[in-house]
């Protein structure tokens, strides 16, 4: 005898059912939790900025955030000014303007300008919006923080890097959505963001080279700041490999600007 | 046991040893080849694992008799779903930070074929509290093997547990690296996970010869 949810017509029904009802519950959840996650989305995008200028309750060897009730108020405090600036599709820069020109122009923060976005519309060969954060670090030193964004292994990986007018780093923060735990994922561990400061993303004759993460560079100490390379995690070569190419692909973008800023000083 | 029968408490203890999920089963290689590298994310991904089993098996359960036999696959695939995507929208709301930690583990768990395994192969045919126990002990048999692999890539491969270091200093020439003992690299690529794994089969095949297949 065939069992009632044998038939075609049961399984039809109970296909439907089960859609509209995991449909309806999921739909539900997400949008009534979507305010409170974007608000943590938010405070997140402010830890990270100030993590990058050394704004961060680090203790000795783990990474940890400056505390997301402290976040608004040190954000405010230390970050002087929030630029944009335009560039065309050949990388010059078409305008510049500060966090309440923007603001006023579009109605968002710039700390909030999606950088995936501003990738695809410059492929498109159109204009790109570069955010720069201007602050000071806790030795009291003017730090520009620009965000970057790339693919590791599996998916998306992103950071801020904070450099000095030189462009030397100064602070750096990476994360990602989906390496490898223990392997890829460790490009959010201090041991190896912290290597990163100090590194030069010029090369001796002033012209932008970047960052690799390069295995085997007999410097595993990183005591070598001008080699425009720290050492590498063993085992994430394609997440290691993900790192250099954001750095220098999104970092390049803000070297005109560097270049003006001490034009104008001399 | 007050509270357990002898029958139930086998449903724990089963699958810590003689039918253990990962050696005997051979279920949810995947998972302890990917994630193993390190102490810490197997322990993150064993409780995962453990809750969403233990609930999962009980959901499942409970709709044992209104599934269609021909689609119970995909309602099994669109249970675990529906839970590790509630758990991790909870999560995003209330507690950021660990789910920051977590959503790597999230794709991981859809797709692990333990979950998969034991609604098929139990929480179909059985109630909802034996489903539980079933659930909670496979899960415990995953986490027990996850967590053995996971201490000796870590110890050997980077001479450290849970990201402290226990050998000493590779780069200061330190504790035992003073003696010229050096980090083994490759026990932190997949394929050592799956030989620590075979040794572990190994081991327990020789003491038990009941498991062995002829």
Redesign the interface.
């Known amino acids: 005898m065939e069992k009632r949810t044998d038939k075609n017509t049961y399984t039809v029904i109970f296909a439907i059912g089960m859609v509209l009802v995991v449909g309806s519950l999921l739909a539900y959840l997400a949008s009534s939790l979507k305010p409170r996650i974007s608000e943590n989305q938010r405070l997140e995008k402010q830890q990270n900025i100030l993590y990058a200028m050394g704004i961060n309750d680090n203790d000795e060897t783990s990474a940890v955030f400056i505390s997301t009730d402290k976040a608004p108020e040190a954000f405010d405090a230390n970050v002087q000014d929030q630029l944009v600036i335009t560039v065309d599709a050949n990388g010059t820069i078409v305008k510049k303007q500060s966090r309440d020109e923007y603001f006023e122009e579009t109605n968002q923060e710039p700390y909030l300008i999606d950088v995936k976005k501003q990738q695809a519309s410059a492929k498109d060969g159109g204009e790109r919006k570069l955010p720069l954060f201007v602050g000071a670090n806790k030795e009291g030193k003017t730090v520009y923080v620009a965000p970057i964004y790339g693919k590791g292994l599996w998916d998306a990986i992103w950071g801020y890097v904070a450099m000095d007018e030189n462009m030397v780093v100064q602070g750096a923060y990476f994360d990602h959505k989906g390496e490898t735990p223990g392997l890829g994922a460790n490009i959010k561990q201090r041991y190896f963001m912290d290597d990163f400061t100090g590194e030069h993303l010029l090369s001796n004759s002033g012209e932008f080279k970047g960052i690799t993460v390069a295995k085997g560079n007999a410097d595993p100490k990183n005591n070598n700041k001008t080699d425009n390379e720290v050492d590498a995690i063993a085992g994430a070569t394609i997440t290691g490999d993900g790192v250099s190419a954001m750095i220098k692909k999104d970092l390049k973008l803000y070297k005109p600007y560097f270049d003006n800023l001490k034009n104008q000083a001399k | 046991m007050g509270l357990l029968s002898k029958k139930d408490t086998k449903l724990i203890t089963d699958p810590l040893a003689d039918n253990n999920p990962i050696t005997i089963q051979v279920l949810g290689i995947c998972s302890a080849l ?5 102490l ?2 197997s322990i ?2 064993s409780i995962s694992v453990l809750f969403v089993m233990g609930v999962g098996n009980v959901v499942i359960s409970l709709m044992r ?7 119970r696959i ?2 099994q695939l ?1 249970v675990v779903a ?1 839970l590790v ?2 758990v991790d ?2 999560l ?3 507690a ?1 930070e660990l789910s ?1 930690t977590l ?3 999230v ?1 991981l768990i859809i797709t692990n074929c333990i979950i998969m395994g034991r609604f098929e192969a139990f929480a179909l045919g059985n109630g909802p509290w034996r489903s539980f126990l079933d659930g909670i002990g496979n899960a415990l048999g995953y986490a027990v093997i996850l967590i053995i692999v996971g201490f000796f890539r ?1 110890l050997l ?1 980077s001479g450290t547990l849970l ?1 402290i270091p226990v050998l000493g200093d590779p ?1 200061e020439k330190t504790g035992l690296y003073a003696f010229g003992y050096e980090n083994n ?1 490759f026990m ?2 997949s394929p050592m996970a799956l030989i620590v794994v075979g040794i572990i089969i190994w081991v327990q095949r020789t003491r038990n010869k009941a498991l062995v297949e002829d």
Do not use: D, R
């Open positions: 990917a994630i193993t590298a390190e810490e994310a993150v991904m008799n209104i599934i269609p036999s021909k689609i995909i309602a669109i529906t995507i509630i929208l909870v995003k709301a209330f950021y920051k959503s790597v583990f794709g870590e491969g990201g780069i690299g932190l690529l």
